[in-house]
């Protein structure tokens, strides 16, 4: 099915498990596919295909598309009756429905965004550690440096309506990076391979295709030129929707104080029982009662991650490791602060806390939060209680009178 027809120049088909784009002009296209990839000026297509489920890749990926990525290309063409001498590939494991299509234009000017994405369970950061290495006899597991690799990719394929000399589609890789990681750390998307935040997975791909004319070609796709800008704009925007569609992956979503502690190497079962290990049993079931009210409260959420966040500054080096006590014990009584709601409490709950702030491992900043988030819920009902005593001592003491005088 055609879902659009961009600047004249490109065909958008959708049919069953892929998108491709059929170009009526000439295109020049840098891309990293393992099959036609790199800079070519002779492709007809460029498609993105789905070859596996997210979950349980061994029961429905033929080995020929990691083994002969080459033949296994010429059965999707041969399939969708495309030219495989002149297509170039993209792979995932996303659903093509859940892809999402970003504009941006200034004049003549049109940058087009493709994008399918899944981060859940493949997010990474730049320099994690690796789960192979390449050999010439094929890829080697490394065990036990990297964890295997789950589901998860973001694919790019951009489109724009004017030529570039070849330095600009280099650049124009860049900058769709760093909007990809930008939406990422909006996002606060975990890496599964360290305590870190994500900025991308271990098997993204992108394409680019710019218009071949006779046009003066764009010689800048940096930040700084408004080409750079769209490119930006729109890769961003893609990214952010596709992620919506296929992971229900939102800023309100991530609204979680859960999300923000889980890289630092604990579940929300594990949360849940060391919070509770702080608590007596009533408050302890009232708290699992609860449970996800607290976890999304926003001033709740914003002070926990404002602690991790200070967390990583002093590992990154931009705090000092010796100020670490004081920074610990300031702001995790601000968690306390945020959920029992008396904030007037904020110096017993900093001496409180200061005792167990010297610890720097992501187990002590764990068992941290979660001790404040336990003093904070243990007093949320304190003065309320304490109200309903004070109002009833003067009561109790009336029947008294009242009895004595019968007497």
């Not at 550690?129 to 990297?146: D, I, K, Y």
């Not at 009662?289 to 966040?309: C, G, K, Y």
């Amino acid at each position: 099915m055609l879902i659009d027809t961009l600047y004249s120049g490109v065909e958008l088909h959708r049919e069953e498990k892929i998108i491709y784009a059929r170009f009526l002009k000439p295109h020049n296209v840098l891309s990293t596919c393992r099959v036609a990839g790199g800079l070519r000026s002779d492709l007809a297509y460029l498609y993105n295909h789905q070859s596996c489920e997210p979950a349980g890749h061994s029961r429905c990926l033929p080995s020929m598309a990691y083994r002969d990525p080459r033949q296994y290309s010429r059965i999707i063409c041969a399939r969708h009756n495309l030219d495989d001498e002149r297509c170039a590939t993209l792979g995932t494991a996303a659903n093509m429905h859940n892809a999402c299509i970003a504009r941006e234009q200034f004049r003549d000017l049109m940058v087009v965004a493709v994008c399918t994405g899944g981060v859940e369970a493949n997010a990474g950061r730049v320099g994690d550690p690796a789960s192979v290495a390449e050999t010439p006899q094929g890829f080697e597991r490394l065990h036990p440096a990297g964890e295997v690799p789950g589901p998860g990719t973001i694919n790019t394929m951009l489109f724009l309506s004017k030529p570039l000399i070849p330095g600009a589609l280099v650049r124009c890789i860049m900058t769709a990076t760093e909007a990809k990681t930008a939406v990422l750390q909006e996002l606060a998307v975990n890496s599964r391979y360290s305590d870190s935040l994500a900025t991308g997975t271990g098997t993204d791909q992108i394409a680019v295709a710019a218009l071949a004319s006779e046009e003066q070609p764009l010689t800048s796709a940096g930040k700084h030129a408004k080409l750079g800008e769209l490119i930006g704009r729109a890769v961003y925007a893609a990214i952010k929707g596709t992620l919506a569609l296929q992971n229900h992956l939102t800023p309100a979503g991530q609204c979680s104080f859960k999300i923000h502690l889980e890289r630092l190497g604990i579940k929300r079962a594990g949360l849940i029982d060391t919070i509770c290990s702080f608590l007596d049993q009533d408050q302890a079931e009232l708290l699992r009662a609860n449970f996800m009210a607290l976890e999304r409260d926003p001033l709740t959420v914003a002070a926990v991650a404002a602690l991790v966040h200070l967390r990583d500054k002093i590992a990154w080096g931009v705090l000092p490791q010796t100020c670490w006590s004081e920074i610990m014990a300031g702001y995790s009584a601000q968690v306390a602060c945020a959920v029992s709601g008396d904030y007037s409490r904020f110096d017993h709950y900093r001496l409180v806390l200061a005792s167990v702030t010297r610890e720097t491992d992501n187990g002590a900043v764990i068992a941290l939060t979660c001790r404040a988030l336990a003093l904070g819920f243990a007093e949320k009902w304190r003065n309320i209680e304490a109200l309903a005593a004070a109002e009833a001592a003067p009561a109790n003491a009336s029947v008294d009178r009242e009895e004595t005088q019968v007497q």
